[in-house]
């Protein structure tokens, strides 16, 4: 089982970025997705999660200016970012907190690999 994260670069100060991060393996379900992202000397924190049905919760810091959305199909949740602002610069993880396998193996609180978000003010 893998988490593939991609979308991450550098934009400037009220820019757009779109993340992805795709679940891949012999997937059954995934329970709620989510991004967080941390920078150095600091705790990783939530950005935004969404549930299978489509239940979403934002940071407050972001509300108003991103949006998660899931593709259950294809396991892959998205993170729209607009109005970015240089204190969003961070490295952006996504994380499902289970995966459930046609096995009936089940994964819980899963990591994909980071991407690095850069605001340039």
């Known amino acids: 089982v893998q988490l593939q994260a991609s979308g991450g670069g550098l934009v400037q100060n009220g820019g757009s970025l779109r993340l992805s991060c795709a679940a891949s393996g012999s997937i059954w379900s995934v329970n709620v997705m989510g991004w967080y992202r941390q920078t150095p000397g600091k705790e990783r924190e939530m950005v935004a999660t969404i549930s299978s049905g489509g239940s979403a919760t934002y940071a407050d810091s972001v509300k108003g200016r991103f949006t998660i959305s899931r593709d259950n199909d294809k396991n892959t949740v998205y993170l729209q970012m607009d109005s970015l602002k240089p204190e969003d610069t961070a490295v952006y993880y996504c994380?499902?907190?289970?995966?459930?396998?046609?096995?009936?193996?089940?994964?819980?609180?899963?990591w994909g690999q980071g991407t690095l978000v850069t605001v340039s003010s």
């Open positions: 994380n499902a907190d289970q995966i459930i396998l046609y096995s009936g193996y089940s994964y819980t609180n899963y």
